[in-house]
């Protein structure tokens, strides 16, 4: 009660041990996450074997989706507890209790609860920190570094995150108290008598929810099919309208979904068969229920799915990138080159690479084999400027000459390809979708007319599609044609690429250098280019690059497939112990309202072993049904990852590993839901029986 | 015909200097189509009498008999199988369950027992159409009035047609109009169903509906009156009287 013992913080403590926990662990994780980022952790403070930059981001983004999810959990309970104190309040307001006084009184008790909650949160987040830390460069360096006992800055933003938070929640509580009639206030804890829904509304409802998913379908079918080669950029424009109207049909979706579970709810209890039997008391009571938590269910249903994704999306990825980049470096070193912003043709440069040469061999780069590689315009039509391309994204296939293609099948170790005279071939890149190609070269003869000279299809082998790489195609294509070196002597160069072997491994610091030498000294060469194009607005372009080194690239990508598969786990994690938190907590309150009508059920016969066995039904179908749902928006997700990168995902992971990368995270899911349900169900047995049982003796 | 047989019954809670004797040396017997009103002053052990009656709780000593079965000596499974098929309950605060209907709430007792849905059906209207609350079947307990929601435990209490229908103050929460309306309806039980019933009250008025009044006082039975051929108005007056001595006593 207000005004009683307040000085005992452990009373408060005692009132409030939920919202109590609930803050110690979000402290304790908030904490332990933002140190990962913190400037000076050493995992972040720099490395000679590895770049921290893509790293930093990345690490942001998940704070902001960290910090999310906590206040929604945190201001989720926060409104729980306070709705507990509803009674109480308005009983001491109709007293004439100066609501200001009660306003201050709550707001101390919120305020003695997170200090004490803040510093025994701090303190778990110490070693929350030492663990997550521990774990991260175990993985990332094979030993554990020594982590720093306190890290200011982190301690700082977890201090400003809270006070936000509590000062936010506290304010709102404060104007409901100060704001609120007293009726208003005790009518807030109840269910509320919902309206009455009109079959007309409910039919609505339902199309609603077919017309939702078949969006999201069509969305999904349309944006998958808009015949652009994924292999480069979408739009930006483009993928954002289809992602927001994909994420506003899911919202919509699965609200629905949800509502029209409880009409399925309600229209299956007034069926004989479930009307007078002992599962009316089940359905009776989640019918009941669910008119309360629609947006509650909604809520935990999105984190779930989250979750599910951090699980199993984020670390698949991680292994994407990984299987991504064996097969675009098959050359040791990339310096391609790009005429993307060059207005007129004759501008395009044929480049000398004998700087990069000398300064590879100034590195002690020891080249085992290299390739000029020189691609052509198969007409000069096929040249155009950024000022008069309709689509910035489309880019012409290129062709180039025997040699240079066979030169770069030797150095990727494929045996070299007879072309017969006055003959082409195709090229294709191996991870796309080859069907259409296929269909479409299937069945007669092909042949062109370049430079004059009538090409046809080279009789030995004509479509080819092995692996080359990524970078020996023009920018947003996926195949090339391969001519005479003659014929191509006749065409207009559109790039000059410089590729590479070396005999060994080459450190990744002296990558670095020799990467920013090739960058300096091609400015220097061509500073014709600069001048002209060098400035487009505020972007500053580059003509050659990204210059690539396999070690930099292998480096990179082990290290930040790491890092994304342990921050994907993590994430995981926040978010499962979230929503389960939320459904638990939920579950816990209704076992508690419960009671009396247990008592009663008891009292006129029922066993208490039918008892905790309708309480468990209950509560099973609160974690299940968000569960069932999350997993059905997992699988567009996940149908989404299919279309965008099937091709690709067959031909690097030769089916298992992609499936074990979807099923074993789902599985993992699925075994922590289950540790929880049988948890919270031993907490509400025992509460079911001591209650029974104060009542029995 | 004897229903219900008491002897010597007594009940202590707790000890040393929490001890406390609720009932001290009950006897008591109820016969069959009886309607036995249980009065006293608060503390009196008139709860606690009807809690070891619903085996809800168990005596220190003393027996309870019903139908040739003690049942101060039930297990817990047997109680739960007793309080089932031979008692209905009727409370001061209704005790309908929120997420079910008004005519779910009333068939409770007879889905705990298993028995068919036809059967469920057919017995749920004709109990609803004898207490009047067929048009409230669909409507849930916060949608109805208080007499309304003790018409539907009334309902929910004699469906299952038990042996003896235990009520706690069963007018307790209503105002005197409902409270003469449901011990209108519980006299019907009485006279047409031939139910026994044993209430606890401790208005003269509601208690004057009854056959016999016992009086409690400290755990002992220190009267029983009986209403014989006397009106009600007559009856009640002699209760009255019977109190006032009582809580001259006092």
Not at chain 1, 323 to 340: A, C, G, T
């Amino acid at each position: 009660m207000f005004g009683t013992n307040r000085h005992n913080v452990f009373i408060v403590i005692k009132e409030n041990i939920i919202y109590f926990v609930t803050l110690i662990i979000c402290i304790a994780l908030f904490y332990g996450f933002v140190s990962l980022g913190d400037i000076k952790n050493p995992l972040v403070q720099g490395n000679l074997e590895y770049d921290f930059e893509m790293y930093a981001p990345m690490i942001r983004y998940c704070i902001y989706a960290v910090s999310i999810s906590i206040f929604i959990l945190i201001s989720y309970v926060n409104s729980h507890m306070f709705k507990e104190k509803l009674k109480e309040i308005s009983i001491l307001i109709t007293l004439g209790m100066k609501r200001s006084k009660i306003a201050i009184w709550y707001s101390k008790d919120m305020l003695s609860i997170s200090a004490l909650s803040f510093v025994i949160g701090i303190l778990f987040g110490i070693g929350c920190s030492y663990a997550v830390n521990a774990v991260i460069s175990l993985i990332t360096y094979g030993r554990v570094i020594s982590n720093n006992f306190f890290y200011l800055y982190s301690f700082i933003e977890t201090i400003v995150f809270f006070i936000i938070m509590y000062g936010g929640m506290t304010a709102i509580n404060i104007i409901k108290v100060m704001h609120k009639k007293p009726l208003e206030l005790l009518n807030n804890n109840k269910i509320p008598d919902s309206k009455k829904v009109f079959p007309f509304w409910k039919l609505i409802e339902c199309l609603l929810l077919m017309g939702s998913y078949s969006f999201i379908g069509y969305n999904l079918k349309v944006y998958f099919s808009i015949g652009r080669n994924y292999g480069g950029n979408i739009p930006s424009y483009e993928s954002n309208k289809f992602q927001f109207a994909i994420f506003v049909a899911i919202i919509i979706a699965i609200y629905l979904t949800i509502k029209i579970v409880n009409y399925l709810l309600i229209w299956i209890k007034n069926y004989k068969f479930v009307k007078y039997d002992m599962s009316v008391l089940v359905i009776g009571k989640l019918s009941h229920r669910m008119k309360s938590v629609t947006r509650n269910m909604l809520l935990v249903s999105i984190v779930l799915t989250l979750a599910l994704c951090g699980f199993s999306l984020i670390p698949l990825m991680a292994e994407f990138s990984n299987e991504y980049m064996e097969h675009r470096m098959v050359f040791d070193i990339n310096v391609p080159f790009n005429y993307d912003n060059i207005e007129d043709i004759h501008d395009i440069p044929d480049i000398d690479y004998g700087f990069v040469r000398n300064i590879l061999t100034k590195a002690n780069i020891e080249i085992e084999n290299e390739c000029e590689l020189e691609e052509y315009f198969i007409w000069d039509s096929d040249f155009s400027g950024p000022s008069v391309r309709a689509n910035r994204y489309d880019m012409p296939r290129l062709a180039m000459g025997i040699t240079d293609y066979n030169q770069l099948r030797i150095m990727a170790g494929l045996e070299p390809i007879n072309l017969d005279f006055d003959s082409f071939l195709f090229h294709v890149k191996d991870d796309i979708d080859l069907a259409q190609f296929e269909e479409a070269l299937n069945g007669g003869t092909h042949s062109l007319n370049v430079a004059g000279t009538l090409l046809r299809q080279n009789t030995s082998c004509f479509f080819v599609t092995e692996n080359l790489g990524d970078y020996i195609y023009n920018t947003n294509t996926d195949s090339f044609l391969v001519f005479p070196d003659e014929v191509c002597e006749k065409l207009s160069i559109a790039k000059k690429g410089y590729f590479a072997n070396t005999v060994e491994k080459t450190p990744y610091a002296v990558c670095k250098n020799a990467d920013l030498e090739i960058q300096n000294a091609f400015e220097e060469n061509y500073t014709y280019l600069y001048d002209r194009y060098g400035n487009n607005g505020n972007q500053v372009i580059d003509f050659i690059g990204p210059i690539r080194f396999r070690s930099i690239e292998e480096n990179d990508i082990s290290f930040m497939a790491i890092i994304t598969k342990a921050l994907g786990m993590y994430i995981g994690i926040i978010f499962m112990l979230i929503c389960m938190a939320m459904v638990s907590i939920k579950n816990i309150i209704e076992c508690n309202n419960s009671i009396e009508d247990y008592r009663v059920l008891r009292q006129i016969g029922m066993s208490e072993k039918q008892l905790k066995r309708i309480n468990m039904k209950e509560n099973l179908f609160f974690y299940l049904l968000p569960y069932a749902v999350s997993i059905a928006n997992f699988c567009i997700i996940q149908n989404t990852f299919i279309m965008r990168f099937g091709n690709r995902a067959n031909t690097y992971f030769h089916g298992n590993q992609y499936l074990n990368g979807i099923i074993v995270p789902v599985i993992i899911v699925s075994v922590i839901l289950v540790i929880y349900i049988g948890t919270m169900q031993i907490i509400n047995f025992n509460k079911i029986k001591n209650s029974l049982d104060n009542v029995l003796e | 015909m004897s229903l219900l047989r008491i002897n010597g019954l007594g009940k202590v809670y707790g000890k040393g200097q929490a001890y406390t004797q609720a009932l001290k040396q009950v006897d008591l017997e109820v016969n069959k189509a009886d309607f036995v009103a249980i009065m006293g002053a608060s503390g009196s052990g008139k709860s606690t009498l009807l809690n070891l009656i619903s085996t809800i709780d168990k005596p220190t000593h003393g027996e309870i008999w019903i139908n040739n079965t003690n049942i101060a000596k039930l297990n817990n499974a047997k109680a739960d199988s007793f309080r089932k098929n031979q008692l209905g309950f009727i409370f001061q605060d209704f005790r309908l369950l929120d997420s079910l209907t008004i005519l779910e709430n009333i068939a409770v007792p007879l889905i705990i027992q298993k028995r068919k849905k036809i059967q469920i059906e057919q017995r749920t209207e004709e109990v609803m159409d004898m207490l009047c609350i067929s048009k409230l079947r669909d409507k849930y307990p916060y949608q109805i009035s208080g007499g309304e929601k003790q018409r539907a435990a009334c309902a929910r209490a004699i469906i299952a047609e038990p042996e003896l229908i235990l009520a706690d103050e069963p007018t307790g929460s209503l105002d005197s109009n409902n409270a003469h309306n449901i011990m209108g309806v519980m006299t019907e039980f009485n006279e047409k169903l031939k139910a026994t019933i044993l209430m606890v009250t401790h208005d003269p008025m509601i208690a004057s509906y009854c056959k016999r009044v016992i009086f409690l006082k400290d755990g002992n039975i220190i009267n029983l009156i009986e209403r014989e051929n006397n009106a009600q108005n007559v009856f009640y007056k002699i209760i009255v009287e019977h109190n006032s001595k009582l809580q001259q006593v006092i």
